[in-house]
């Protein structure tokens, strides 16, 4: 499951309450907040801010000072008479880059980093200090360099970075100006000025320093601040984009947008289990591509007028039709304007094929109910009938009477087994279960019809694996002798009818499959007597559906659009101990 981080708004609301509270306080909490961002790598391992912008810093020194010491060697014509003054130059260079040097690596440790921020502005502020001694002092023309380092100290290591600086820049300032000439480490290149002059430089310089130091540490926190209000909004836009495409994805129904700015719709998100019902084998290529090709038969299905906002289609998926239901609902831009369409889809198929089953279960039920005691008043003097013929059969008739009597006896015989069949499809007595092997049962009942396969010259090919369940043998085997002859009557010569077994999932699936002329999706097959046959009663299937149904099971024909017909019962499976009813 995804986590979403806490909103980092509380660390900003912390440090507002405190400032509140203390506002002498406001240049330690804009510290503490400039040192939350000194952190070595972020998330992706990757540097963090404060050692980006220290590490900006450093090269920027690196080549402000390349570019001042060129400066300083056009300008003087004494760099090329004084072997100590070109010497004290090389150093100063040799130093900004080595300190430039050390501090990159000291980043790459990733420790330390809030010292490194002060150190870097102590190293700024004293690096302008040498270069101002070298260039005239208080009142040279580089004095400048310690109202940058002033912002550098404020851009590292925030209000408090930028104060330490101008403090140690005053300082700085005055030594020169108190000792124009340090000896061992510089060596001036210009004239250091009269003493008035020096004194306003120092103040002048002294004072733009804090006056610096003030406005950039004023700047940094707000900048600071702004930046910890773009990096809590980029935090919660990208949680509320995180949760949004984890809800989207978690969906058990299919979610589409269609993109119609470009002229025609096109996908610009499918979730995953969209695309499991459309058979895209990868929901994210669907990006980018027209519904039209993607599911012709649903895009379709849009262009057409939809009555109470939800309508049903079919569509082909891997060879087999399935049945989809969908709504659709405009999508609105941020003003409102329409920019597509979002799509909501289900696969009905089964849900179709249930309520199906418990109209028909409902349906025969009743009238089930209704024609019991139909069959027992026919029964009765369909009896007494037989009982005459078979009587006047005995006495002495001519050939026609004879052969009357005989067609009489032949239908009553016939309407007798009907109303056996009717009585049993009617009233079926309970299954009495036993557990075992389903093919085995099959492998059985498909032996009973070799010889008569043979005959006719068709082919009876059988896929059995072990699939165990509890069932009652006899009804069982009157359900697979239904199917099977079915199926071998359905065929010609040459014919093909193929019996299969298999255990999937919690179910024990019995398929009849044969290549005979197919059966129309409209036909009501397991409603009594309904039947294609000449001579069939039209309970066969009924019967079929009564037992598997009494058994906690269903029984379906599946279409695939052509010849050919398979008929599929479906019962639970069991792989507990054996039972005894």
């Known amino acids: ?21 203390d506002p002498g306080g406001a240049h330690l909490a804009a510290g503490r907040a400039a040192n939350t961002y000194l952190v070595a790598r972020d998330g992706g391992g990757r540097w963090g801010d404060g050692a980006r912008r220290i590490a900006g810093l450093v090269l920027l020194r690196a080549l402000v000072t390349s570019a001042l010491f060129g400066a300083a060697l056009a300008t003087s014509g004494a760099v090329g008479e004084e072997n100590a ?5 090389y150093a100063f260079l040799l130093t900004a880059y080595a300190s430039s040097a050390l501090e990159l690596i000291w980043i790459l440790t990733g420790r330390g980093l809030g010292a490194l921020a002060w150190v870097h502005a102590a190293i700024e502020t004293t690096l302008a200090g040498w270069l101002v001694a070298l260039t005239g002092g208080p009142a040279g023309p580089f004095s400048f360099l310690f109202l940058l380092s002033t912002v550098h100290g404020a851009i590292a290591a925030g209000s408090s970075g930028a104060f330490g600086a101008a403090s140690l820049a005053t300082i700085l300032l005055g030594i020169l100006g108190a000792h124009p000439v340090l000896p061992f480490w510089t060596a001036p290149l210009a004239g250091a000025g009269d003493t008035s002059q020096v004194a306003a430089a120092i103040f002048a310089n002294s004072g733009g320093c804090f006056a610096t130091a003030a406005l950039a540490s004023y700047l940094t926190e707000r900048l600071l601040r702004t930046g910890q209000a773009l990096t809590a909004r980029e935090l919660e836009l990208r949680s509320l984009g995180e949760l949004y495409m984890s809800v989207v994805q978690s969906l058990g129904s299919g979610l589409l947008t269609l993109d119609s700015t470009s002229g025609d719709a096109r996908v610009s998100l499918l979730n995953e289990a969209g695309g499991e019902i459309l058979g895209v084998e990868s929901a994210s290529a669907a990006r980018g591509r027209t519904l039209a090709d993607l599911a ?4 379709h299905a849009l262009e057409l007028p939809q009555l109470g906002g939800r309508a049903e289609c079919s569509i082909e998926r891997k060879g087999h039709r399935r049945l989809i239901g969908f709504s659709v609902s405009p999508l609105l831009g941020s003003e409102g304007a329409p920019m597509g369409s979002v799509v909501a889809f289900q696969d009905v198929t089964e849900l179709r094929r249930l309520e199906a089953s418990l109209r028909r279960q409902s349906h025969l039920a009743s009238l089930g109910e209704l024609s019991a005691g139909l069959a027992h008043e026919i029964r009765n003097p369909l009896a007494a009938l037989s009982g005459a013929v078979q009587m006047l059969a ?3 008739a001519s050939a026609d009477d004879a052969r009357l009597l005989d067609l009489i006896r032949r239908e009553a015989t016939h309407l007798g087994r009907l109303v056996s069949d009717f009585l049993t499809f009617a009233r079926p007595p309970p299954p009495s279960l036993h557990q075992g092997d389903l093919a085995e049962l099959v492998s059985e009942c498909c032996q009973a019809f070799e010889n008569e396969v043979a005959t006719q010259g068709k082919e009876l090919s059988r896929v059995l694996q072990p699939a165990t369940a509890r069932f009652d043998p006899d009804q069982m085997r009157q359900v697979v002798s239904n199917l099977v002859r079915n199926a071998l009557e359905a065929t010609d010569v040459g014919g093909r009818v193929q019996v299969s077994v298999q255990a999937i999932g919690p179910s024990c699936v019995l398929a009849i499959e044969d290549d005979g002329p197919g059966v129309s999706a409209e036909a009501h097959l397991f409603e009594p007597f309904f039947t294609t046959k000449e001579k069939g009663t039209g309970l066969g299937l009924a019967l079929v559906a009564r037992i598997v149904a009494a058994h906690g099971g269903n029984v379906d024909l599946e279409h695939h659009g052509g010849p050919g017909a398979r008929f599929v019962a479906t019962l639970p499976r069991f792989d507990g101990p054996p039972r005894i009813s």
């Open 1 to 21: 499951m995804t986590e979403f981080p806490p909103p980092p708004l509380a660390v900003e609301a912390g440090t507002k309450g405190q400032e509140d509270r």
């Open 85 to 89: 003054a070109r010497g004290v130059l």
């Open 394 to 396: 005995t006495s002495p």
């Open 296 to 299: 012709p038969d649903l895009a």
